[in-house]
């Protein structure tokens, strides 16, 4: 018989509630120091050597026997191809949510704007697409198709020209459903390596790889150092931590339900991170129930053991206004509200990647076919930045046009600020163009 799972209680009326979250919350996603030394050797290998070293990597760490680059590059026939491979329940699976994704991303799209102040000066914005973006997707066994559309159809809807991936082959291990997304989502090269020498290689450049000017989608330790390190040669889209999932419940909802969205979590891996927050303490006894009731079922039953026990918890709150505090103090990457009115509750929220209103909006289907970008803050980063959008394949430049009465007037009081700073040659230049 399976012992029952060890699930953490914790009661916000403790006083060392505060003390015990903080506790749970904890996530260090630094690099130790092999880590770190071993993927800037492989930056520098990359810089250095190109093609050359981006071969020799790809042989040692995935086992792949290729001789030339030209044997790690997937034209675009090849993704058409594993689309037309897989079943059709996938092939329509991929084309439902893919446009899902895409109509939700196309209202995220910002527009040029200007205006013209009286004098005849014209203030504004351009807004323009990054020339390139690169996408990292994992491969062998542990492949997610998923990111493919919600990392590749944002970018393109941004206008990017050109994404390029990269999907490392463990053993010359191809995904046709990683291919066939990468084909739905309009993905232009792909490129079969992985790890850091495929970061380093989207940073940089090397013969056959493009430079990017930005890099999405998620890794191992390696390629999350990596990202790290070539930040600022590239864009990155975020440092990601262990998924996440916080479930507010006022006690109404089938615990077999919360117990599965919780696993839903916590399936990712040990490190996951899955909370319910309740007032009602018989509720959390239900869930608790369920849990262990349908662990035994689950296909993935020791990483969410492991996950649960390690990270997991179940919170009694004293009202649903405490709960609220304790979701903020939380800042999840996914939240449930898993109660009658969730709008009531809406406002009080103000850290979260992406919201769960009702009891029937699972945390899933945000994972796949709702529309909204399931790549999110994580580890409490909710609270300063935001979901992967559209907004991040776009750049903004100033507009700035002065007319000759607009340059005088400015440069008056540009004038005064430049010699107040010391700084002459901006003051002078300003004054030139003042009329008298």
């Given at each position: 018989?399976?012992a029952?799972?060890?699930?953490r209680?914790?009661?916000?009326?403790?006083p060392?509630?505060?003390?015990?979250l903080?506790?749970?919350?904890?996530?260090?996603?630094?690099?130790d120091?092999a880590?770190?030394?071993?993927?800037?050797?492989?930056?520098q290998?990359?810089?250095?050597?190109?093609d050359?070293?981006l071969?020799?990597?790809?042989?040692?760490?995935?086992?792949?026997t290729?001789?030339?680059?030209?044997e790690l590059i997937?034209p675009r026939?090849?993704l058409?191809?594993a689309f037309?491979?897989i079943?059709?329940?996938?092939?329509?699976a991929?084309?439902?949510?893919?446009?899902?994704?895409?109509?939700y991303?196309?209202?995220?799209?910002?527009?040029?704007w200007?205006?013209?102040?009286a004098?005849?000066?014209?203030?504004?914005?351009?807004?323009?697409?990054?020339?390139?973006?690169?996408?990292?997707?994992?491969g062998?066994?542990?492949?997610?198709?998923?990111?493919?559309?919600?990392?590749a159809?944002p970018?393109?809807?941004?206008?990017?020209?050109?994404?390029v991936m990269?999907?490392?082959?463990p053993?010359?291990?191809l995904?046709?459903?990683?291919?066939?997304?990468a084909?739905?989502a309009?993905?232009d090269?792909?490129?079969?390596?992985?790890g850091?020498?495929?970061?380093a290689a989207?940073?940089y450049?090397?013969?056959s790889?493009p430079?990017?000017d930005?890099?999405?989608?998620?890794?191992?330790?390696?390629?999350?150092?990596?990202?790290?390190?070539?930040?600022?040669?590239?864009?990155?889209d975020m440092?990601a931590g262990?998924?996440?999932?916080?479930?507010?419940?006022d006690?109404?909802?089938?615990?077999?339900?919360?117990?599965?969205?919780?696993?839903?979590q916590?399936?990712?891996?040990?490190?996951?991170q899955?909370?319910?927050v309740?007032?009602?303490a018989?509720?959390?006894?239900?869930?608790?129930?369920?849990?262990n009731?349908?662990?035994?079922?689950?296909?993935r039953?020791?990483i969410i053991r492991?996950?649960?026990e390690?990270?997991?918890?179940?919170?009694?709150?004293?009202?649903?206004?405490?709960?609220?505090?304790?979701?903020?103090?939380?800042?999840p990457?996914?939240?449930?509200?898993?109660?009658?009115?969730?709008?009531?509750?809406?406002?009080?929220?103000?850290?979260?990647?992406?919201?769960?209103?009702g009891?029937?909006t699972?945390?899933?289907l945000?994972?796949?076919c709702?529309?909204?970008n399931?790549?999110?803050?994580t580890?409490g980063t909710?609270?300063f930045?935001?979901p992967?959008?559209?907004y991040?394949?776009?750049?903004?430049s100033?507009?700035i046009?002065?007319?000759?009465?607009?340059a005088?007037e400015?440069g008056?009081?540009a004038?005064?600020?430049?010699?107040?700073e010391?700084?002459?040659?901006?003051a002078?230049?300003?004054e030139y163009?003042i009329?008298d």
């Amino acid at each position: 018989m399976t012992a029952p799972i060890a699930l953490r209680r914790l009661n916000a009326a403790d006083p060392d509630f505060a003390r015990h979250l903080d506790h749970l919350l904890s996530w260090e996603s630094v690099s130790d120091d092999a880590v770190n030394q071993r993927v800037l050797e492989i930056i520098q290998g990359i810089r250095s050597r190109g093609d050359a070293a981006l071969l020799e990597y790809t042989q040692r760490f995935d086992g792949v026997t290729a001789t030339s680059m030209a044997e790690l590059i997937l034209p675009r026939a090849r993704l058409e191809q594993a689309f037309g491979r897989i079943p059709e329940a996938q092939r329509q699976a991929l084309a439902v949510s893919a446009e899902r994704i895409r109509l939700y991303h196309e209202r995220q799209k910002q527009s040029s704007w200007t205006y013209t102040e009286a004098d005849g000066t014209v203030l504004g914005q351009q807004v323009t697409p990054l020339d390139r973006a690169g996408l990292y997707v994992p491969g062998g066994k542990a492949a997610y198709p998923s990111s493919v559309l919600m990392n590749a159809i944002p970018a393109k809807v941004a206008g990017v020209a050109e994404v390029v991936m990269v999907v490392p082959t463990p053993r010359g291990e191809l995904n046709e459903l990683v291919l066939a997304a990468a084909y739905v989502a309009g993905v232009d090269r792909v490129f079969t390596v992985g790890g850091a020498q495929a970061v380093a290689a989207l940073a940089y450049g090397t013969e056959s790889v493009p430079q990017v000017d930005k890099i999405v989608g998620p890794g191992n330790i390696y390629v999350a150092t990596a990202k790290r390190h070539v930040f600022g040669q590239v864009g990155i889209d975020m440092i990601a931590g262990p998924s996440e999932i916080l479930v507010v419940c006022d006690g109404q909802t089938n615990p077999d339900w919360i117990a599965m969205d919780l696993f839903s979590q916590a399936e990712h891996d040990e490190d996951a991170q899955s909370i319910l927050v309740c007032p009602d303490a018989a509720f959390l006894d239900a869930v608790e129930a369920s849990i262990n009731k349908l662990l035994p079922t689950m296909e993935r039953a020791p990483i969410i053991r492991a996950s649960l026990e390690g990270r997991g918890a179940l919170v009694q709150v004293s009202d649903m206004n405490q709960a609220m505090t304790v979701a903020n103090r939380i800042a999840p990457e996914h939240l449930e509200l898993s109660v009658a009115d969730p709008q009531q509750w809406l406002p009080q929220i103000r850290h979260a990647g992406a919201i769960f209103m009702g009891r029937y909006t699972a945390e899933a289907l945000g994972d796949y076919c709702a529309g909204p970008n399931h790549v999110l803050p994580t580890s409490g980063t909710a609270r300063f930045s935001s979901p992967l959008g559209v907004y991040d394949f776009q750049k903004r430049s100033s507009l700035i046009f002065c007319s000759a009465e607009g340059a005088s007037e400015l440069g008056k009081t540009a004038s005064v600020m430049a010699r107040g700073e010391s700084l002459t040659a901006h003051a002078r230049s300003a004054e030139y163009r003042i009329q008298d």
